[in-house]
């Protein structure tokens, strides 16, 4: 079992694994550790053949608040890992260092969590903001709480979505187009109208309906739900999703390396707290040292 810090790993029943982000106080932010042990969990559950079902929730009143945009080393907190390609480039200067992060610890591992062979289910409350989707959205299954709340604010931040962009097969066309033109929050019931949580359930009840859900998939055969996620997860990969994934991802890195141009940071700052363009003018510092 690896070691954790920013995270809690149980198995509440046979056969469920429990991930739980426990960083409550910052509302869950992601930061580079976090996102490897995240990765570390879910290949745990995976590696593990007793284990039919893997929950991810979270601590706190908020699922996740995306990415932890303060975090001044986070090229230094990478370490290479198995994705489904080798990343390479983490050392190196400019854009070439910024793809290589992103594709390894947003895109890469996104997209691996969502073929992990084994039902996943994210419990979701609160706010789920930008990077919260990218844990969210690669799940199989969502359970909302009545205060759940989803938004991708990136374009306000001048990029073009996050990292994972699957917002299109999540809502539909239009509503992912407004979301992004907008930065509007999605709430659960909307949420639940638009097919992107199967169910809206008392902040209160979230754990329980998770588990009462988990425990009727994890009865079932074990290599069905494999192959049953395969056959599902088939249907999007046919109507070229990865193709679509890596161009969204291509055009976010050049939003990236405008806003270096223009503004000496990732994002454009008009649209940032004062604390985090200190704060990511100082990680631009530390990478610009390497
Ligand atoms: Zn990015």
Known sequence: MPEFKALIYDVPEAGIARITLNKPNMANAQDTALLYELNDAFDHAAHDDDIRVIILAANGKHFSAGHDLSETDGHGAMRTHQTVAPVCGFGCAGAEAQMAREEEIYLGFSDRWRNIPKPTIAAVQGKCIAGGLMLAWPCDIIIAADDAAFADPTVSFGVCGHEYFTHVWEVGI??????????????????????????????TELMDATLAMARRIAAKSRFALKLTKLAANGVQDAQGRQVALRNAFHLHQLAHTHNLKVFDMLLDPSGLPEATRKAMAARLAAAGKK
């Open 174 to 203: 239009r509503k992912a187009k407004e979301m992004l033109f907008t930065s509007d929050e999605i709430k659960a019931d909307d949420a639940l109208r638009l097919g992107m949580v199967n169910q809206v359930v008392p902040r």
